[in-house]
């Protein structure tokens, strides 16, 4: 079987050479095997596990939160109803970020219809409202 350099698998993982790496030291993908000139020799099937990785980043999941889903992923006997329920708590996660970020919007809507864009930078009807805000938590 043939093995890959680390430069070899961040080509076909489409990462870079740092991200594997740094997923070796968080414990992600296992320390590979090392030629006796001290160079990292992968399997090929590092790829597939980096890309899983790659793109359980994409919909959100935390390094943790993927650390979970690979041993779910090689554990035997394991229902896939754990998969579900993990997924769908990062669904819920998901759904509260986007509601914080929805009020962030609806608020910063209300102070950019208040400000003329005129005027001094004293009378800032948006410094105002943040300055405000600030001491009313102190």
Same mark, same amino acid.
């Given at each position: 079987? #043939?093995?890959?350099?680390?430069?070899?698998?961040?080509?076909?993982?489409?990462?870079?050479?740092?991200?594997?790496?740094?997923?070796?030291?968080?414990?992600?993908?296992?320390?590979?095997?090392?030629?006796?000139?001290?160079?990292?020799?992968?399997e090929p099937d590092?790829?597939?596990?980096?890309?899983?990785i790659q793109r359980?980043?994409?919909?959100?999941?935390?390094?943790?939160?993927?650390?979970?889903?690979?041993?779910?992923?090689?554990?035997?006997?394991?229902?896939?109803?754990?998969?579900?329920?993990?997924?769908?708590?990062?669904?819920? #996660?998901? #759904?509260?970020?986007?509601a914080g970020l929805?009020?962030?919007?609806?608020?910063?809507?209300?102070?950019?219809?208040?400000?003329?864009?005129?005027?001094?930078?004293?009378?800032?009807?948006?410094?105002?409202?943040?300055?405000? #805000?600030?001491?009313?938590?102190?």
């Amino acid at each position: 079987m #043939d093995h890959l350099t680390i430069g070899q698998v961040a080509k076909r993982a489409g990462v870079g050479v740092e991200t594997i790496r740094f997923y070796e030291r968080e414990g992600l993908i296992g320390k590979p095997a090392r030629r006796p000139s001290g160079y990292r020799q992968y399997e090929p099937d590092i790829v597939r596990r980096i890309r899983f990785i790659q793109r359980a980043k994409e919909l959100g999941f935390s390094l943790r939160e993927i650390a979970e889903l690979l041993s779910l992923r090689v554990a035997r006997g394991r229902a896939c109803e754990a998969v579900k329920a993990r997924a769908a708590a990062k669904m819920e #996660d998901i #759904d509260s970020k986007i509601a914080g970020l929805e009020r962030m919007k609806r608020a910063l809507t209300h102070l950019v219809e208040a400000c003329a864009g005129r005027g001094s930078v004293g009378e800032c009807p948006i410094l105002e409202a943040l300055d405000a #805000d600030e001491r009313g938590r102190t």
